[in-house]
């Protein structure tokens, strides 16, 4: 599976975004995916993720203001974010995966896309 993340910008706080993430391949449908971010200087940090069935987890962080969803037809995955805060900024990736007990820890994924910015300023 390849992935190609989109969608970052600059945006003040209190904004709004919606990343994208375009798979290749026929098995997008069975993979769990995630997007994960890194902000500098530390380590990348679960987000969201989404599983085929349709059962979606996020981080407390962002409960209430990020949407994962998916759209297995055109095998792409979004995140929908909304009052976004300065410490939302950081790289974002998407992620995919087929390990449901570890779906927090980035290590298990074994796909990745290649990251895309997103600045929120105050």
């Known amino acids: 599976v390849q992935l190609q993340a989109s969608g970052g910008g600059l945006v003040q706080a209190g904004g709004s975004l919606r990343l994208s993430c375009a798979a290749s391949g026929r098995t997008f449908s069975t993979y769990i995916m995630a997007w994960f971010r890194q902000a500098p200087g530390k380590e990348r940090e679960f987000v969201a993720s989404?599983?085929?069935?349709?059962?979606?987890f996020y981080a407390d962080s962002v409960k209430g203001r990020y949407t994962i969803s998916r759209d297995n037809a055109k095998n792409t995955l979004y995140l929908q974010m909304i009052s976004l805060k300065p410490e939302d900024t950081a790289v974002y990736y998407c992620a995919a995966g087929q390990s449901v007990a570890y779906y927090r820890d980035y290590a298990r994924y074994d796909f990745w896309g290649q990251g895309t910015q997103v600045t929120v300023s105050s």
């Open positions: 989404s599983w085929s069935v349709g059962t979606t």
